[in-house]
């Protein structure tokens, strides 16, 4: 996974799907996904944020804004959409996936990424469900199916693997 051919899927931070996950339960995956977008941003890689529904699931929350936004209608983003076609035309090979929730839109969406030949990574600490099992359930079965699983960090430090980079500095400050 290289910067010239990674991008970063945000699913569903929605306000409305947000506010049924318990706090405690949202706090540090939202978190995760706002430091991978930053880093993202500051790599100038494509960021996609996708819209279950929005008219019942209400917007992308303004702490992803500026990124592109996709709406959908089925669990999956990638079904019905144009989603794998934006991918290629970034000459994407690498997909890292961060949402809400786990076993349904985040699940759903890596499967098809992986069956339209995409490498995924889901980033399991940027990730939630509103129960627990739900999610570790859902990695479990990414994992079998040949989606990889990883954290936020692990993904940040594959992005600047040298420590030599002006950006590995800016990102060891961060994430202390």
Known sequence: ????DTALLLVGWQDRPLR???????????????LLRQVADRLALPVICTELE??????????????????HAA???AAGTDLIARLTAFHVRHVVLSG???HTGV??????????????????????????????????????????????????FEWVPEVRDPVHAELSRTMR
């Open 1 to 4: 996974m290289t910067r010239t």
């Open 20 to 34: 049924v996950l318990a706090e405690a339960v949202r706090r540090a995956p939202l978190e995760r996904a706002l």
């Open 54 to 71: 929005p008219r019942h699931h209400g917007r992308v929350l303004p702490s992803f804004s500026g990124a592109a936004v996709l709406d």
């Open 75 to 77: 669990f999956s983003a």
């Open 100 to 102: 809400i929730e786990t």
């Open 107 to 156: 699940a759903q969406t890596a499967l098809d990424l992986a069956d339209a030949d995409f490498d995924v990574l889901v980033v399991a600490d940027a990730c939630a469900a509103t129960k627990p099992p739900l999610h570790d359930l859902a990695l479990s079965r990414l994992q079998h199916a040949g989606v990889g699983v990883t954290s936020a960090e692990a993904t940040i």
